[in-house]
């Protein structure tokens, strides 16, 4: 398993496109069906209507917002800050993805290229957009998890100040569908997940390689219909383990909590293997049979 900066993830998709078809600033807030086609309206005025509409905009996604007005998103309860810190601290394994729990608030180590070290720390939160976690700084943040252990107290102090991200976890109610007409959502859009299990970005290249696969083999509209056979299953397991792992870490008891820990020290690392691997591994084998 490699741990990639997402800026790095984007620059290498991007190497293998041509520049001149991608157009940026074009923010799109609505979608509506037109006989067979989808017409989307941008920020800017602009409409463009598509025989085909991919729609990976994301969790607050415009497309589906308009398409599928049932869809629901699902506030997990918890914060989240992120940032990168320059340089690896003594001791620490890079090859290593590290978690620790406390009561209800947990940390996250990774290294990546660069001798960096990606982090991120979560809290439980009661409701969406508290202002006081929102405008929480690091020296605050800092505070709050001054209690883990070392190599965390490091790793913060390494990081620049300027360089937080606060976010809400949010993640999407299950949908029947991931698709309308010919318009195909793909990534959050289509099922946001909490980050809980480091699945969100993976089931999008997943989405987006199974689509591709299929559109090489099958007719338009048949392709569609079998990207929602492939995808559903997979997308709703991964978003439901998710947020049972989500709602068990940020416990908060006293009571409770000490028997959590226990409870998971006591699991066989074979036992954790195999539920890993029953996460990470998809075969794309009837994919590429598809006739």
């Keep these: 398993m490699a741990v990639l900066h997402r800026g790095d993830l984007h620059k290498a998709l991007l190497s293998e496109l041509p520049r001149s078809v991608i157009r940026t600033d074009m923010e799109c807030v609505d979608a509506r069906q037109v006989g067979e086609n989808i017409a989307l309206r941008f920020a800017n005025g602009e409409i463009v209507e598509s025989e085909l509409v991919l729609a990976c905009d994301g ?18 309860r918890y914060t989240c800050w ?3 810190a320059p340089g690896f601290p003594q001791g620490m394994d ?9 009561a209800g608030k947990r940390i996250g180590l990774a290294a990546i290229p660069g001798e960096r070290v990606y982090w991120f720390a979560c809290c439980g939160a009661n409701h969406r957009d508290d202002p006081k976690l929102a405008q929480a700084d690091l020296a605050e943040v ?18 620049p100040a300027d360089s937080l991200i606060w976010t809400d976890i949010l993640d999407l109610d299950p949908m029947p569908s991931f698709t309308h007409g010919r318009a195909v959502l793909l990534g959050d859009a289509a099922h946001a997940v909490t980050p809980d299990l480091g699945q969100g ?11 591709a696969a299929l559109f090489g083999r099958l007719p338009t509209d048949r392709a569609i219909r079998e990207y929602d056979k492939r995808r559903l299953s997979r997308a709703h397991r991964v978003a439901a383990e998710s947020r049972l792992y989500a709602k068990v870490a940020q416990w908060q008891n006293p009571l409770v ?3 959590r820990n226990l409870l998971v020290k006591s699991i066989p ?10 996460v990470l591994d998809i075969d794309f084998e009837p994919v590429r049979n598809a006739a």
Excluded at 59 to 75: K, W
């Design 59 to 76: 969790i607050h996604s415009a497309v589906r917002r308009a398409l599928f007005p049932q869809s629901r998103e699902h506030f997990a």
């Design 142 to 159: 800092q505070a709050m998890f001054s209690g883990f252990h070392e190599p965390v107290p490091e790793v913060l102090d390494r990081t």
């Design 257 to 259: 909590v000490p028997l």
């Design 201 to 211: 970005a993976g089931l999008a290249i997943e989405d987006a390689a199974v689509l």
């Design 82 to 84: 992120r940032a990168i």
């Design 269 to 278: 690392e074979r036992f954790m293997d195999r539920q890993l691997e029953a």
């Design 94 to 102: 890079p090859t290593r993805l590290t978690e620790s729990w406390g």
